[in-house]
């Protein structure tokens, strides 16, 4: 028997069923019946085109199910249908932050604050929409509310110490990470944090209760993954390396099982990307300088590189944008990624360069009100190269290179974020290797179709000759020289890494080498890189 009202049902009969509707749409929604609430919500509307609840429960249904597109204009209907409804401009600005529109996303939040959240959820989406976006400061209001309504919560002590990281207060950070972690000793990713916000010393550390806490937790993986890495991190300030690196396998081989299939993936994407570029395209890009963009594999400096460039008074830096792949992927179109289509090296062809260019001009324009350049600091744009190079015939555009054992290194004793792909070559060491192959061999190609237009600076001389690099490198991007891109440690602007309190620092040569205190645990990964023609010494 179907449930859905006819079509030619009386407007008393309607009238009757409206109610039934409604309730069972909210019992399907309150449930996380999501298909069912799409079904329901589809019946409603047409009924009621005046009722935001269908809309809004589709839009977040549609979330709910990996299709953020789908919800955004659903959202959008629900918000303006009830514009003072601060619960639901929050799911708006998390619809927009999802398919990485971070400024519009941003001005929905400050619209929603301003009608004054009273829940705890709406508050907690808020905070996360500002973090990705980058409003920092924003982010800390919101998560120090949440934290006033709901004080025994691990998840807003761990999002507001988050934030309050990024702003620079490690001191406040910490009090909120040791709440924390006293409300849920299993609360794995706050130990890590701890580990991350400052130098452990023979003095201060927590190598004891991490050790005391791992036996706990034998069947929760994620209490074994963040402890294990936390003590690896411990373990390496102590300078115990073969503890540290003991942990780090450990830990990264509970993420392992379920990203086997990467190594392969990932050298189909290296593949695609050079048959997409045997030449540079004959289209015109958009005209525009204001961009920099800071690429290179990821734990190679790029932070400390994007601080010491907008230091310089005419340059800004906007954080690790999306735009960039997201507006390229919105005119590629299509359900399937870019990266991952079989036939993009045919549909390359036919890209608009000048329209792709314009539309992240357009995208990224509140950025550049801010100085004459802003930095894109998207390490993995590195994959996109020959799409910006194409489209931002005037952008600037710095590859930062490392040693590659420490660039491996570097990777696999990270743990990146865990909901994108992106990373998952980081939890085998040999695979981290095959991927920096991958990487050597795409800018290789990079500067062959593209002669002149990436400039690479090695880490290792942004270090012991900070001044003459750093020269070149404004020289590059047309600046004038300034002396403040020597006092990167007194830029004041968030960091968005987790080990901020390096960055904040003037600049050292510690990290330099810093493969030579594993090289007893590196011998097959330094075989597989000279097997693969690249250069260790």
Known sequence: MADSIPLDASPESTMTALPDLQARLIHAFNRNEWPRVLQLAGELQPLAPRDAMAPFMAGVAYMQLQQPQKSVDLLQVATTLEPNRADFA????????????????????????????????TLDTLGVVYSQAHAHEQSVSAFRRLVTMVPNHPQARFNLAYALTAMGDEAAAEQELEHCVRIDPGYGIAHLNLAQLRRQTAERNHVERLRALLPRYPNQPAAQLYLNMALAKEFDDLGDYASAFEHYRRGKSVGRERRVQSVQRDEAIFQR???????????????????????????TGTTLLDRILSSHPDVYSAGELQDFPATLQRQYGGNVPLLLDPSLPARAQHIDWRQLGADYLAATRPHAEHAKHFIDKLPHNFLYAGFIASALPDAKIICLRRHPLDTCLGNFRHLFEQETSYYDYSFDLLDTGRYYVGFDRLMAHWRRVFPGRIFEVRYEDLVAEQEATVRELLAFCGLPWDDACLQSERNVAPVNTPNAWQVRAPVYRDAVGRWKRYEAQLGELRKLLEQAGVAID
Do not use: C, H, N, W
């Open 90 to 121: 929050a799911q708006y600005a998390k619809a927009l932050a999802l398919t990485r529109r971070l400024q519009e996303a941003r001005l929905v939040a400050d619209r929603a604050m301003t009608l004054g959240p009273g829940d705890p959820m």
């Open 273 to 299: 990307l050079q048959a997409s570029f045997s030449s540079a395209p004959a289209g015109q890009g958009e005209a525009g300088d204001g961009p920099i963009f800071v690429i290179g594999m990821p734990r």
